[in-house]
């Protein structure tokens, strides 16, 4: 948000400050991990510029947090600085403390379709497929 006189309010810059954090973070992970945590995220990879970039007054929802943290692999550094900078823009929001969630990697094997834009589509669709799969799984206990 902005006061009347067009400047950033201190909560803008608390948003800012976490958001900045993120995208460090994913600045200094291999390419390909926006797309995971936008497929993880069940959203497209715009909503991941949105909220990795601290000039978009989108906050990131606090139900958003622990996915970042496995896919984005945050060492605790890294959680630390990310809850503390959190807690000062969203008072309140992150009620319990972050719990490390348990994640299992599995192969999957496709066949090469001989075109890179088609492999990247179709990995993206047995990310996306994995991603609402295990949101299901968890919401049927």
């Known amino acids: 948000m902005t006061d ?3 400047e950033q309010t201190h909560g803008d810059k608390n948003v800012a400050g976490y ?3 993120l995208r460090q973070v994913l600045d200094n992970r291999p390419s390909g ?3 995971k945590l936008a497929a993880a995220l069940g959203k497209n990879r715009s909503f991941v510029t949105q909220i990795t970039n601290p000039a978009y007054l989108v906050p990131i929802p606090a139900k958003h947090v622990a996915i970042i943290f496995e896919v ?4 605790g550094a890294e959680r630390a600085a990310f809850i503390e900078a959190y807690g000062r823009a969203h008072p309140g ?4 403390p972050h719990r490390e969630t348990r994640t299992r990697n599995i192969t999957v094997t496709v066949p ?3 075109d890179d834009k088609k492999n990247r589509s179709l990995e993206q669709l047995v990310v996306d497929f994995a991603a609402r799969l295990a949101r299901y799984a968890e919401s049927v206990g």
């Open 112 to 114: 090469d379709l001989g």
């Open 4 to 6: 009347g006189a067009g």
């Open 93 to 96: 929001r992150l009620r319990a």
């Open 72 to 75: 984005c692999h945050l060492s």
């Open 33 to 35: 991990t926006r797309l």
């Open 19 to 21: 958001k900045a954090i």
